[in-house]
């Protein structure tokens, strides 16, 4: 019994110091002013430490749209685990936080539960991204091709590891384009 509890309490004292750890790591930095119209459209996801519904995604693909409300309407697109698999749709709405200047966003997939949506690094052309979380949980690496050079990539991974992520986490997402009997994402 006194095993039980030593083992309870150890265990209760490791939760309660990575929920401080967390809690301790300085905020992700965002961009410091994002143009929505130019962030709009899809980006290829090239990496990510993933969520649990995209562990083993393919071809996935963000597409963003902006609403007449000034809401994201937010399309991801995957097969999941093969090329060959059908095509899985998530859809969820983004909502800018204000006084962010448009890099901060709150993404809703269940009401009310918004979750935090960095954008950490984004490049002059609106070419590659970095979206992060203070927690960091989750990150994706984006492109609007669905490669990118191997120094970009290094780049970014590098850039990541910056922000305090364990980049051993970071998964490749496969991506073959085009598409058999597919077409290109359209983010519908």
Same mark, same amino acid.
Request: charged share 20%.
């Given at each position: ?23 301790? /790591? ?13 962030? /709009? ?97 989750? @990150? ?15 780049? /970014? @991974?590098?850039? @990541? ?28």
């Amino acid at each position: 019994m006194r095993f039980a509890k030593t083992i309870l309490m150890s265990g209760a004292l490791a939760l309660m110091s990575s929920v401080s750890l967390a809690a301790d /790591m300085v905020p992700i930095k965002p961009v410091e002013k994002v143009d929505l119209q130019s962030f /709009m459209g899809p980006w290829y996801v090239i990496a990510s430490i993933p969520s649990a519904l995209e562990k083993k995604a393919y071809n996935a693909v963000e597409t963003y749209k902006l609403a007449p409300n000034g809401h994201i309407d937010t399309v991801f697109h995957y097969r999941n685990s093969a090329f060959t698999n059908p095509i899985k749709t998530i859809k969820s709405t983004g909502f800018v936080t204000p006084n962010t200047n448009n890099a901060v966003w709150g993404v809703q997939i269940v009401w009310p539960i918004k979750a935090q949506y960095v954008i950490a690094y984004l490049d002059d052309n609106y070419g590659e991204t970095i979206i992060a979380r203070d927690k960091r949980d989750y @990150v994706w690496i984006m492109a609007r091709t669905p490669t990118i050079p191997q120094a970009d990539y290094d780049a /970014m @991974v590098a850039r @990541v590891a910056a922000m305090g992520y364990k980049v051993n986490d970071i998964r490749k997402v496969p991506q073959q384009w085009p598409e058999t009997g597919g077409t290109e994402p359209s983010g519908n």
